[in-house]
């Protein structure tokens, strides 16, 4: 019924840039905040950044002043755009939205697949 699509990893260098996006596709009929997260081999998965539909945004310490979320809510999607990259942020990059459908009364979180970012140094 909905479908959250990644885009944008790859490898890159450290102290490059990479953007990433989100599309969330299906019968939506509103979505609140959206988010991206990521989660390196062998750790925990942790949150990298939020934007609420009004635009308002949080970052994790280790990302802040390096990243970007921004969204488009016309076309109910998120973009990332990561800047200075450093190798610890190597990691599978998840996008979530908190949304409802068109036939439910409630909200509810979705994840996309996921996108690999790799960045050596």
């Known amino acids: 019924q909905v479908q959250l699509v990644e885009s944008g990893g790859g490898l890159v260098q450290a102290g490059g840039s990479l953007r990433l996006s989100c599309a969330a596709s299906g019968s939506i009929f509103s979505i609140n905040a959206m988010g991206w997260y990521r989660q390196a081999p062998g750790k925990e998965r942790e949150l990298v950044a939020v934007?609420?539909?009004?635009?308002?945004?949080t970052y994790a310490d280790s990302v802040k002043g390096r990243f970007t979320i921004s969204r488009d809510n016309a076309k109910n999607t998120a973009n990332l755009q990561m800047n200075s990259l450093k190798p610890e942020d190597t990691a599978v990059y998840l996008c979530?939205?908190?949304?409802?459908?068109?036939?439910?009364?409630?909200?509810?979180?979705?994840w996309g697949q996921g996108t690999q970012v790799t960045v050596s140094s």
């Open positions: 934007i609420t539909s009004a635009g308002s945004t």
């Open positions: 979530n939205a908190d949304l409802r459908l068109s036939n439910e009364r409630y909200t509810y979180r979705y």
